[in-house]
């Protein structure tokens, strides 16, 4: 937070979330910092299982059960890093969408209209059946998408997370939204 804050009036927004605007929320919140040393760590497994496989099967020696031991350990382990690669490539917007689908099918009320006013002291949401008010303190950190501002708790897995579309702002310019943001959180490259 500045040691200087900004006076901005109410900035008002009317909208319904959707799956996309949760997963919006989800990724943003989700998102971290690229791994680059994951993909070499990655070939240099799969090279070390095809040496390996080519030294005990290249052979026509037979093969001691040290042998089959040892060539185990390195299939499991290829098998291992190749689904840490495939949830962290591919899985990952898959998980989040099948995520999305059951807390919008557990919680119908999060596809109701919302009216939110976000001001100075904090937040206030309305539909309806459910009327929250919550104070900055709640929301430590925002992040900025292209189609969200989403609003987190923390940076730990399974924080509170809300998501603000820019579609739902009332004046539809989101620079006083991001002016408050600004002053009341802390922002997350």
Aim: hydrophobic share 45%; net charge positive.
């Amino acid at each position: 937070m500045s040691s200087e804050q900004v006076t901005v009036g109410p900035v008002e927004l009317s909208y319904t979330l959707t799956e996309d605007d949760w997963l919006d929320g989800f990724v943003a919140h989700r998102r971290r910092v690229r791994r680059p040393w994951l993909v070499p760590v990655l070939i240099v497994a799969a090279l070390v299982g095809l040496l390996l496989g080519r030294v005990f099967f290249g052979g026509s020696r037979a093969m001691s059960a040290g042998d089959v031991a040892a060539l185990a350990t390195v299939a499991l382990v290829d098998i291992g890093l190749g689904l840490l690669l495939f949830r962290l490539l591919v899985g990952t917007r898959w998980i989040y969408r099948w995520q999305v689908r059951l807390i919008m099918r557990g919680n119908p009320w999060l596809s109701e209209p919302i009216r939110a006013t976000v001001d100075d002291t904090g937040l206030g949401l309305t539909s309806a059946s459910r009327s929250e008010t919550a104070a900055w303190s709640h929301y430590l950190r925002y992040v900025e998408t292209d189609r969200s501002f989403v609003l987190r708790a923390s940076e730990r897995l399974g924080a509170a997370v809300l998501v603000l579309p820019k579609r739902g702002l009332v004046t539809g310019d989101p620079a006083p939204l991001r002016a408050l943001l600004e002053t009341r959180c802390h922002r997350r490259a």
